[in-house]
């Protein structure tokens, strides 16, 4: 009979390429890498990978037997799920990856009350932004993920996964509180900072897209970016300090610190939503269950808090973009 953690070594070699980030990946060593594969070859009696240069690689029977392996992990996953869920009991670790403000605002404020209603229930949270984390929660490294994504800038959905957009949030120009700009309420046009320089993410986050996007479409030019950081506090010290604007969300809450002032956006609505994917059918874990009806009433009790805040989509951003 063939053993499902040699199978899923195989299946981690396929999707991962190299012996070492399937080592990486599943906490084992390359030389046990190596063994396992060695024993599974064995007990197929074909050889099910070989050597390409200095990696292995799979042979046309490992292909087969890799696809196989996907269906009998997810089944042996599922069969797992569901005695959990028959027994309704809400134990064991739910693992999630979330970024900074959803962390703050969603994550952060439900952790008491999920360790005093479920002692047995272990809730581990990595602030994270990496290009890879729903591949992650696809290889069921993790439970769920909370992530960002802009009005035009919206992630692929994926069908092996759930979607579900928590809340919506207005994006706003942070400016100096000396700039002439800030001495006028009201909305700012982006065309009113063609001279400005800017603060944003690091290059290939969405933050850093949304700005270029913003000033293109909005302002009729590129932005002069003159620093970057994916930490807000960073980039609220530079435009306190150092003179730059940056495009922020609203619940960075850019208005409370020192040296900042917050101006609406004039030209057009610009959003941020916080959305939280889950892989199809985990929902019927009790424990993911229980994590993510907090997280929803997290979101309920923010958005009651802090006006400008929308659960869900707004009705503005559901509507068929015009010709």
């Not at 059918?281 to 424990?287: H, K, L, N, Q, W």
Request: charged share 25%; hydrophobic share 50%.
């Amino acid at each position: 009979m063939l053993d499902l953690g040699r199978l899923r070594v195989l299946r981690e070699l396929k999707l991962r390429g190299t012996v070492s980030a399937v080592a990486d990946a599943l906490g084992y060593s390359p030389s046990a890498v190596s063994q396992q594969l060695a024993q599974l070859q064995r007990e197929v009696g074909v050889p099910v990978v070989e050597r390409a240069g200095r990696r292995l690689r799979l042979t046309e029977a490992g292909e087969v037997l890799a696809g196989h392996a996907e269906t009998l992990l997810a089944s042996a996953q599922r069969a797992e799920e569901e005695a959990l869920a028959a027994s309704g009991r809400v134990a064991g670790t739910v693992r999630a990856v979330a970024f900074q403000t959803a962390l703050l605002h969603v994550v952060a404020p439900v952790l008491p009350r999920l360790a005093a209603d479920h002692p047995e229930l272990i809730v581990e949270v990595v602030d994270e932004e990496f290009a890879r984390v729903l591949q992650a929660l696809v290889l069921r490294e993790i439970d769920l993920v909370l992530t960002d994504e802009y009005t035009h800038l919206p992630r692929p959905r994926r069908p092996e996964l759930n979607a579900e957009v928590l809340v919506s949030e207005p994006m706003r120009i942070a400016l100096p509180a000396g700039h002439p700009l800030a001495a006028r309420p009201g909305p700012v046009r982006m065309a009113e900072l063609t001279e400005q320089v800017w603060a944003t993410g690091h290059v290939g986050t969405n933050h850093a897209d949304l700005l270029e996007r913003t000033c293109v479409e909005l302002g009729g030019y590129r932005p002069v970016v003159r620093y970057r950081s994916n930490d807000l506090l960073v980039i609220f010290a530079v435009i306190a300090h150092g003179g730059a604007a940056a495009i922020v969300p609203d619940l960075a809450l850019a208005e409370d610190q020192a040296g900042i002032v917050v101006r609406d956006i004039a030209d057009a609505r610009v959003s941020r939503r916080m959305v939280m994917w889950t892989r199809v059918g985990a929902d019927v874990r009790p424990s993911v269950r229980a994590v993510l009806a907090a997280l929803r009433d997290s979101a309920d009790a923010l958005v009651a808090g802090r006006p400008g805040l929308v659960r869900g989509v707004p009705d503005a951003d559901s509507a068929p973009a015009a010709p």
